[in-house]
């Protein structure tokens, strides 16, 4: 699963990514290396503790980050948040914790980019565009083969953001406006 969705009003959307199945698989498989290697040497108990915190540290490094995403339209905002163990434990809790705040109205696409991963083929992730021109992935890892649950979630992302609407016939009449002030204004031919 790419994200799940937390709360969904109609003024406030909250996705929430946590380690998949893999990872959590993967850090189990490391942790238990460790501590075989620790259970079955001869080795002194200074070894041993080191077998074991080696390999919990590689475990921890290996296991995916939590993620959320709040859309708020009340605050206007976005808000990213990542959460790292591994950071975490790296820096003696005083890091691990990441956020990036955006205004909510600079957004001007949601699009799913295709992220080749090596030696598993390809993985999938939603980019945010905004207007100034810069592109800031939602998550910070892409998710595997799963193509259509990215795009289910750049599919709310947009409904959320109304991002998918025409533009009704007002808009067009706003620019039209600006379009006979700018015929007021004298032409230089050169």
């Known amino acids: 699963m790419y994200m799940l969705v937390e709360k969904r009003t109609s003024s406030h959307l909250h996705l929430k990514r946590s380690p998949g199945i893999r990872s959590w698989s993967l850090c189990v498989g490391i942790a238990s290396i460790g501590l075989a290697a620790a259970y079955y040497s001869?080795?002194?108990l200074a070894w041993k503790l080191f077998y074991m915190a080696g390999c919990f540290f590689v475990a921890a490094q290996n296991l995916e980050q939590?993620?959320?995403?709040?859309?708020?339209?009340?605050k206007g905002t976005i808000c990213l948040k990542t959460f790292n163990l591994y950071k975490k434990i790296l820096t003696l809790s005083k890091g691990?914790?990441?956020?990036?705040?955006?205004?909510?109205?600079e957004i001007r696409d949601v699009n799913v980019e295709e992220e080749t991963v090596r030696y598993f083929g390809k993985g999938y992730l939603v980019v945010l565009r905004f207007v100034t021109g810069f592109s800031h992935p939602l998550t910070q890892s892409a998710v595997l083969g799963c193509r259509s649950d990215v795009e289910a979630v750049a599919k709310l992302i947009t409904s959320f953001l109304e991002l998918d609407r025409v533009e009704t016939p007002q808009d067009f009449s706003q620019s039209s406006?600006?379009?006979a002030s700018d015929a007021d204004e004298p032409q230089v031919k050169y």
């Open 42 to 44: 001869a080795d002194s």
């Open 66 to 74: 939590w993620e959320e995403a709040v859309f708020d339209k009340n």
């Open 96 to 105: 691990g914790n990441e956020q990036v705040v955006a205004v909510l109205n």
């Open 177 to 179: 406006e600006t379009e």
